[in-house]
């Protein structure tokens, strides 16, 4: 039998609504408590189907100083931003669109860009830029969303490539592979430098790569999401679905 040790805390709730509405609720307070402590918040949000009634909820947050918010993303697809596959459009949908964010605090990837190393240089960049530094010398987002992929990959850090390993960056291109497109992606090392990761898993097809997530032991090669294992403070929300008992 597998031992399994979750890490961090585990929120199980009834249904994707309710995820929605938690993440919502604490990606809020990790917003207003980053702008209490250093006047702004920096903020990595995933893309996926999961995410988007959580971004939409949090839009109707009236105690957010939008002004203090710097919006980054975890990951993009190579594609325009008004592409219907477009992580930039999707957020700018459900939150953007809805609250009164000055334009010069988003920070979207480039998926369309035709030099996608180069446009994961200049993310690397913006980042460095931006961000407050931790005293180990890396990039420190006060907080980021995640999703995991029915394969076990998180961000677009997919199972047996080698972006998996990759520490000299913050950022870089994935090329693309069988159906899917290249991508842009934030590597390991900075995703596990987040102060707070809240990682959502809503359906039964999550249930198994959760499983393997929290396995005591396991290989990140295999299962990249397990590098959220490594951030000082993550919560699952998860729906009776992806817990088993739905
Ligand atoms: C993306 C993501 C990706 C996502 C997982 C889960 O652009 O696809 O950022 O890492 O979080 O694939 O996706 P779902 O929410 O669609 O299951």
Redesign the pocket.
């Known amino acids: 039998m597998t031992t399994k040790v979750v890490p961090g805390s585990l929120v199980a709730l009834p249904d994707g609504e309710a995820v929605a509405r938690e993440a919502a609720n604490r990606l809020g307070n990790c917003i207003r408590n980053a702008i209490d402590t250093h006047g702004y918040a920096t903020v990595a949000l ?6 988007g009634p959580a971004y939409a909820a949090l839009a109707e947050n009236s105690r957010i100083d939008w002004a203090k918010v710097e919006f980054f993303f ?2 993009e ?1 190579a594609v325009p931003p008004d592409s219907p596959r477009s ?1 930039y459009r999707m957020v700018k949908e459900a939150l953007f669109d809805r609250v009164p964010i000055p334009a010069e605090r988003i920070h979207r990837m480039q998926g369309e860009a035709l030099d996608l190393a180069a446009a994961a240089r200049e993310y690397d960049l913006e980042i460095r830029s931006r961000l407050r530094w931790s005293e180990s010398g890396m990039a420190e987002f006060d907080v980021g969303v ?4 029915d394969d076990g ?4 850090l997919f199972p047996g490539e080698p972006t998996v390993d990759k520490t000299d960056r913050l950022v870089v291109d994935v090329p693309a592979a069988g159906n899917r497109e290249a991508r842009l992606t934030l590597t390991a090392p900075v995703i596990e430098q987040m102060r707070v990761a809240l990682v959502l898993a809503v359906g039964k097809n999550k249930q198994e790569p959760l499983e393997r997530v929290w396995a005591a032991s396991g290989d990140v090669h295999v299962t990249p999401a397990r590098y959220l294992r490594e951030v000082r403070s993550v919560i699952w929300l998860i729906d009776k679905a992806a817990s088993g008992l739905g």
């Not at 995933?46 to 995410?51: A, E, L, N, Q």
């Not at 990959?153 to 677009?156: I, K, L, N």
């Open positions: 995933s893309g996926g189907s999961t995410p975890v990951d697809r992580n995640f999703g995991i992929g990959h998180t961000a677009s």
